[in-house]
């Protein structure tokens, strides 16, 4: 496998290169893997639950509006996980060049 950049065959998979660094080199920040975003599953599901908890004591519409508060934020927290696992995978293939240094 060679540089698509500069054709040199000094690749590294960017993961190993990664965790080679020293603990102080700048470049740890710079190509780090993506963050894992916070779960707060736990708290989507509180508010779908409060607003079933409404509903059945008779606030409908304001239960309606919290479980469905709840629903999207549940969706938003899921779409995020997913981003997350697919950035992921990319940094997990991704290659770097020693010559040059691209990552490709
Ligand atoms: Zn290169």
Redesign the pocket.
């Known amino acids: 496998m060679e540089?698509k950049?500069?054709s040199?065959t000094n690749v590294q998979r960017l993961s190993l290169y990664w965790q080679s660094l020293p603990a102080e080199s700048p470049l740890r920040v710079k190509y780090a893997p993506p963050s894992q975003p916070e779960a707060k599953g736990w708290m989507a599901l509180l508010a779908i639950g409060a607003g079933i908890a409404f509903m059945v004591s008779g606030a409908v519409l304001l239960g309606l509006l919290v479980a469905a508060g709840g629903l999207g934020w549940a969706a938003l927290l899921h779409a995020g996980v997913q981003r997350y696992e697919s950035s992921l995978a990319s940094w997990n293939e991704a290659r770097i060049?020693l010559?040059?240094?691209?990552l490709f």
């Open positions: 540089c950049a500069c040199s060049c010559a040059c240094p691209g």
